[in-house]
């Protein structure tokens, strides 16, 4: 009979106006015990949109009282389970901010941070954030956002140094690559010998080597890139990864070798042979591993026997 009056109470609160504010549910429902029992019934029997009902119901009505102060965490939660992880983000946020030492605190923080993982690993959210409607909208901001909050509430935590580098990752699919290398240059200096931070190393070369993408590129960063392995190699002398670093340095020199190279074939073509060899011997000296190379050292022989 009390979940029915419950349930009642749950169909009619939103009619409920500021005129009966001055009445407690204590006098006329059910008490905040019997909510909260109603609560764990439902999170037993995996209703969530009962825990949600139950949780709000004991957060408005009765929010000094013992039973209301997990509402917050325990919404959050039940958003999860309905795969609304946009919406349960919100709960967990009010959760930690509702009180100094929330008896959640750590575990709120981790549901925050596989979210923010979700939302960088491009999954969306509906439109005007209901749970209704189709999931649109890109959440990348939405994880930056969360990543921020974990650098500030945990800066030296675990959770800290994964979010480092999940923010780099999105700043690089922005294409803001000088924020990036800022970001995983924090996450180096914070932890230095923390696995992760060989994955930075790593990451700045990846960055690096999507900067050398474009049609201009910037001389400086294939220096910045041999500077980064020397320090990779310092830090991490016996890392594995170092190898999937010198792979990114050479993919980068062929680049590099390729533009040179091209500007030298441009010179062979316009009979300017002088400048033709300056730029094929460019390519040879700077960089004598690459295909480029092979290219240059056949052109130039043909250009000198002209």
């Known amino acids: 009979m009390k979940k029915i009056i419950a349930s009642c109470f ?33 999170i037993d029997e995996k209703n969530w949109w009962s825990v949600i009902d139950y949780a709000d119901i ?50 709120a923080i981790e549901y925050k941070f596989h979210i923010a993982e979700r939302f960088r690993q491009g999954e969306k959210k509906p439109l005007f954030n209901s749970h209704k409607g189709p999931k649109l909208l890109s959440t990348q901001d939405d994880a930056l ?62 960055v690096y080597y999507m900067q050398c993408q474009g049609k201009s590129i910037d001389p400086a960063i294939l220096d910045l890139a041999e500077l980064n392995i020397r ?9 594995e990864r170092i190898k999937d670093a010198e792979k990114y340095l050479s993919k980068m020199e062929e680049i590099f070798a390729e533009h040179l190279l091209e500007t030298g074939l441009f010179f062979k073509k316009t009979k300017k042979n002088p400048a033709a060899e300056i730029y094929f011997n460019k390519v040879i000296s700077k960089f004598p591993k690459t295909t480029a190379a092979t290219v240059a050292q056949k052109n130039l022989e043909e250009v000198q026997k002209r």
Not at 19 to 41: I, K, M, N
Not at 75 to 86: F, H, M, R, T, V
Not at 179 to 185: A, F, K, R, V
């Open 10 to 42: 749950v169909c009619i609160m939103p009619l409920l106006s500021l005129e009966v504010e001055d009445l407690s549910w204590e006098d006329t429902g059910p008490s905040a015990q019997e909510f909260h029992s109603l609560l764990q019934q439902a």
């Open 58 to 107: 004991l957060s408005y009505h009765f929010p000094t009282n013992p039973f209301a102060q997990d509402s917050s965490f325990l919404i959050g939660e039940a958003y999860l389970q309905l795969d609304q992880p946009s919406l349960a983000n919100q709960y967990f946020t009010v959760y930690l901010n509702q009180t100094n030492s929330p008896k959640h605190f750590e575990k």
């Open 145 to 206: 956002a969360i990543y921020d909050e974990i650098l500030a509430t945990l800066p030296h935590s675990e959770f800290a140094a994964r979010a480092l580098l999940g923010k780099a990752q999105i700043q690089k699919e922005q294409e803001d690559y000088k924020p990036s290398i800022e970001t995983l240059d924090l996450l180096i200096r914070r932890f230095p010998k923390h696995d992760l931070a060989a994955a930075a190393y790593l990451e700045k070369l990846n």
């Open 231 to 239: 320090k990779f190699k310092a830090a991490f002398p016996r890392e």
